[in-house]
């Protein structure tokens, strides 16, 4: 019992149990024994042997069909019928994990969201403002490492800032999309590991995700036709058996005509931003503080006890992912600050 992972499905509230894909190789990787061999763990978590885990499981097509993985895809959900080829042609693990979907109409954008979830994904919010019940710093990220020890413009804007966490297993579609409309300030890719998204992982390793390699994007938000909920830092952090960020920025309808991301770029809320290629792995999103209020209902499914978290047994309080869809609003403006660093 103690090894479950459980989530709530925000779609239906109902508690669900994870199938941890991997989970044996992941926990076997994280176990306290790994301290006896450092070097070891060192290799296990390199871009090496991340691309050569990554070749086996998802790039083969006989383990595919001999392997057991279509049943687990199966089990997990994976709805082919939203795809934008045909099914026939995803042969293999990795053309399942990288294909593309119908999102314009199987994941409808709400009109005048705030913010939406940039991912299909497991999703957990907290704040790095210790006066704040949601306080969660130095669990899954160190603040500083995770922007980069030289960007000190960008860790004085989000220092109190609210944050989400998108984890993203390996049956979901693993396109990221744009969480708000904007105009990019800044883009940079920081880190070099690799180590596993899983929370049995997370717990033991503590702040992976300010290790892995990982892209950064500062956003504005603040601008004409923007959202008008400050600047959002969007990180996007790789993982074991990840081997790159594929950025894919469109603004039309679709996956084709990519439009470069970098300073000066307006961003268009909801539409295609990047590709993980292949396996789980995770986005982050900071906000500046006071900036947005995230929906109600993710802030009382976190709290709720009658849900067996890995997160919250190792972080010890209540720490419960709610399952969201990619586009599907997660956060309202904050209007009484709405105006606030224009007053400072």
């Known amino acids: 019992?103690?090894?479950?992972?459980?989530?709530?499905?925000?779609?239906?509230?109902?508690?669900?149990?994870?199938?941890?894909?991997?989970?044996?190789?992941?926990?076997?990787?994280?176990?306290?024994?790994?301290?006896?061999?450092?070097?070891?763990?060192?290799?296990?978590?390199?871009?090496?042997?991340?691309?050569?885990?990554?070749?086996?499981?998802?790039?083969?097509?006989?383990?595919?069909?001999?392997?057991?993985?279509?049943?687990?895809?199966?089990?997990?959900?994976?709805?082919?019928?939203?795809?934008?080829?045909?099914?026939?042609?995803?042969?293999?693990?990795?053309?399942?994990?990288?294909?593309?979907?119908?999102?314009?109409?199987?994941?409808?954008?709400?009109?005048?969201?705030?913010?939406?979830?940039?991912?299909?994904?497991?999703?957990?919010i907290g704040t790095l403002c210790n006066q704040h019940p949601l306080f969660l710093k130095d669990k899954f990220f160190t603040f500083t490492d995770l922007l980069g020890h030289t960007k000190h413009r960008w860790l004085e804007c989000f220092a109190d800032s609210d944050f989400a966490i998108f984890r993203l297993t390996p049956d979901k579609y693993h396109y990221n999309h744009v969480p708000v409309t904007g105009i990019i300030r800044d883009y940079y890719e920081l880190g070099h590991s690799y180590h596993a998204c899983n929370p049995g992982a997370v717990v033991q390793e503590v702040t992976p995700y300010s290790k892995n390699r990982r892209v950064v994007t500062i956003i504005d938000t603040d601008v004409d036709g923007g959202s008008q909920v400050g600047l959002v830092a969007m990180i996007e952090v790789v993982a074991l058996m990840i081997g790159d960020i594929y950025p894919c920025y469109t603004e039309q309808e679709g996956y084709n005509n990519v439009v470069e991301q970098r300073s000066g770029t307006m961003l268009r809320q909801g539409q295609p931003k990047s590709l993980f290629r292949p396996g789980s792995s995770t986005d982050v999103l900071l906000f500046e503080k006071n900036r947005i209020r995230f929906c109600d209902d993710l802030l009382a499914n976190q709290q709720r006890q009658d849900v067996f978290s890995r997160f919250s047994q190792g972080f010890d309080q209540p720490l419960v992912e709610t399952e969201v869809t990619v586009r599907s609003t997660i956060a309202v403006r904050n209007d009484k600050y709405s105006n606030l660093r224009d007053l400072q």
């Not at 069909?65 to 099914?87: A, M, R």
Request: with cysteine.
């Open 1 to 124: 019992m103690k090894m479950l992972h459980q989530y709530i499905e925000r779609a239906s509230t109902k508690v669900r149990t994870e199938q941890l894909y991997a989970d044996r190789l992941v926990r076997w990787m994280y176990h306290p024994c790994r301290e006896w061999a450092p070097q070891l763990f060192t290799a296990l978590t390199s871009p090496r042997a991340s691309a050569w885990l990554a070749t086996i499981n998802y790039d083969l097509d006989a383990l595919y069909k001999f392997s057991g993985q279509k049943q687990f895809l199966e089990k997990c959900g994976v709805n082919l019928d939203e795809c934008l080829d045909n099914p026939a042609t995803l042969t293999c693990a990795r053309k399942i994990f990288e294909r593309k979907i119908c999102y314009w109409r199987c994941r409808p954008m709400a009109a005048n969201a705030a913010v939406v979830s940039p991912a299909d994904s497991r999703m957990v």
